[in-house]
């Protein structure tokens, strides 16, 4: 897989740029290290990894995705041995409409949430990868142990959620003693209750509270070295607070508030304060398949179902295609390749 990989790199040199950037980066903050040469022979599973690129992002175009699901010689994988854990997080539906209740909305997130998270240090040898800086034959292939919560393993997402859950009990608790009482409280409340993952979605009823509760949540969350980013409001005075390195490069700030940003999955219009759909959609392929079909619709994200009237009409075309026993890769016939282009040609009206 790592030839693979660089043969990818070979075609493709700014992806290798970015990617040794990564590695770089996991190296210079210790969230990486080489194994040392007396630890090799260690009982250790060692990861795939590969690069995702995500153009609708702010930061961190391209990503390295380990995989913990590929099946050993033994056919077993790591995420086949670890447990995954509680849900400790509310629904998305109900965080997102909990959030427009306030007056004064706000969004952010932890920026690393993952890789701010150490695993004991008997547990990093699960998290081996193998990476050469060059990929010139000369070079060696060196062997490397993820040292942090990885993305990819099946209980990262409840390690990642459970510190920040801890943070709010031993930090908050402390902050709760040091300082203003109400705001404080308020912070520690959000962390609690108004985190999605790493997406904070919160509010408050006026400018001083979103102001004071916003600078505990930082204080906070800084005591666990964890970082908030990317902020964006509906209101301008409360963004002007923020540090401008650390608002997001969406929100414009002039005279009045303008620009969308992403909040899970849906765009938010700043100055509006509204929700808009923006459907990008990828251009007709010249062979329509079930496959085609089933990617166009999964790129529809609804969580409150505002849509759900528009995209049960895809949903129903899918069905009929399973009931003509169409397969994965198979060209859909003549008339359900018309009645698809239409459905799809009318979701392009949900952009506003």
Same mark, same amino acid.
């Given at each position: 897989?790592?030839?693979? %990989?660089?043969?990818?790199?070979?075609?493709?040199?700014?992806?290798?740029?970015?990617?040794?950037?990564?590695?770089?980066?996991? @190296?210079? $903050?210790?969230? $990486?290290?080489?194994?040392?040469?007396?630890?090799?022979?260690?009982?250790?599973?060692?990861?795939?990894?590969?690069?995702?690129?995500?153009?609708?992002?702010?930061?961190?175009?391209?990503?390295?995705?380990?995989?913990?699901?590929?099946?050993?010689?033994?056919?077993?994988?790591?995420?086949?041995?670890?447990?995954?854990?509680?849900?400790?997080?509310?629904? @998305?539906?109900?965080?997102?409409?909990?959030?427009?209740?306030?007056?004064?909305?706000?969004?952010?997130?932890?920026?690393?949430?993952?890789?701010?998270? @150490?695993?004991?240090?008997?547990?990093?040898?699960?998290?081996?990868? @193998?990476?050469?800086?060059?990929?010139?034959?000369?070079?060696?292939?060196?062997?490397?142990?993820?040292?942090?919560?990885?993305?990819?393993?099946?209980?990262?997402?409840?390690?990642?959620?459970?510190?920040?859950?801890?943070?709010?009990?031993?930090?908050?608790?402390?902050?709760?003693?040091?300082?203003?009482?109400?705001?404080?409280?308020?912070?520690?409340?959000?962390?609690?209750? &108004?985190?999605?993952?790493?997406?904070?979605?919160?509010?408050?009823?006026?400018?001083?509270?979103?102001?004071?509760?916003?600078?505990?949540?930082?204080?906070?969350?800084?005591?666990?070295?964890?970082?908030?980013?990317?902020?964006?409001?509906?209101?301008?005075?409360?963004?002007?607070?923020?540090?401008?390195?650390?608002?997001?490069?969406?929100?414009? $700030?002039?005279?009045?508030?303008?620009?969308?940003?992403?909040?899970?999955?849906?765009?938010?219009?700043?100055?509006?304060?509204?929700?808009?759909?923006?459907?990008? %959609?990828?251009?007709?392929?010249?062979?329509?398949?079930?496959?085609?079909? %089933?990617? &166009?619709?999964?790129?529809?994200?609804?969580?409150?179902?505002?849509?759900?009237?528009?995209?049960?009409?895809?949903?129903?075309?899918?069905?009929?295609?399973?009931?003509?026993?169409?397969?994965?890769?198979?060209?859909? &016939?003549?008339?359900?390749?018309?009645?698809?282009?239409?459905?799809?040609?009318?979701?392009?009206?949900?952009?506003?």
């Amino acid at each position: 897989m790592l030839d693979q %990989l660089e043969r990818r790199f070979n075609k493709q040199p700014q992806l290798k740029k970015e990617y040794t950037e990564v590695i770089d980066e996991y @190296l210079r $903050m210790g969230h $990486m290290e080489e194994v040392p040469e007396d630890e090799i022979h260690k009982d250790a599973v060692y990861l795939l990894h590969h690069a995702v690129i995500r153009y609708d992002k702010e930061t961190s175009k391209t990503r390295i995705v380990f995989n913990a699901s590929n099946k050993g010689t033994n056919n077993v994988s790591l995420n086949d041995e670890l447990l995954t854990g509680p849900v400790l997080q509310e629904d @998305l539906r109900s965080i997102i409409m909990r959030w427009r209740m306030h007056k004064i909305c706000f969004a952010s997130d932890l920026e690393k949430m993952y890789r701010m998270v @150490l695993v004991k240090k008997e547990d990093a040898d699960f998290q081996r990868v @193998l990476w050469r800086q060059n990929t010139s034959t000369s070079d060696e292939v060196k062997d490397y142990r993820l040292l942090t919560v990885t993305f990819g393993t099946a209980s990262a997402p409840y390690l990642a959620v459970k510190t920040l859950m801890q943070i709010a009990d031993d930090e908050g608790e402390e902050q709760l003693r040091t300082t203003n009482q109400s705001y404080a409280a308020s912070a520690t409340k959000m962390i609690r209750e &108004d985190f999605y993952v790493d997406d904070l979605l919160s509010g408050c009823d006026t400018v001083q509270e979103a102001i004071a509760t916003s600078q505990q949540l930082i204080t906070i969350l800084s005591k666990g070295k964890f970082r908030l980013q990317k902020w964006s409001s509906n209101n301008a005075e409360f963004l002007r607070s923020i540090d401008p390195k650390d608002r997001s490069n969406k929100a414009n $700030m002039d005279l009045t508030i303008d620009g969308t940003v992403k909040a899970l999955g849906v765009s938010w219009n700043l100055g509006r304060d509204e929700f808009h759909y923006n459907i990008n %959609l990828p251009p007709n392929p010249e062979t329509i398949t079930k496959r085609v079909v %089933l990617a &166009d619709l999964q790129r529809l994200f609804d969580p409150l179902g505002w849509i759900a009237p528009v995209i049960v009409m895809a949903k129903i075309f899918v069905q009929r295609l399973w009931l003509l026993g169409v397969g994965w890769d198979s060209e859909i &016939d003549d008339q359900s390749r018309d009645k698809w282009l239409k459905i799809k040609s009318d979701l392009e009206n949900l952009t506003v």
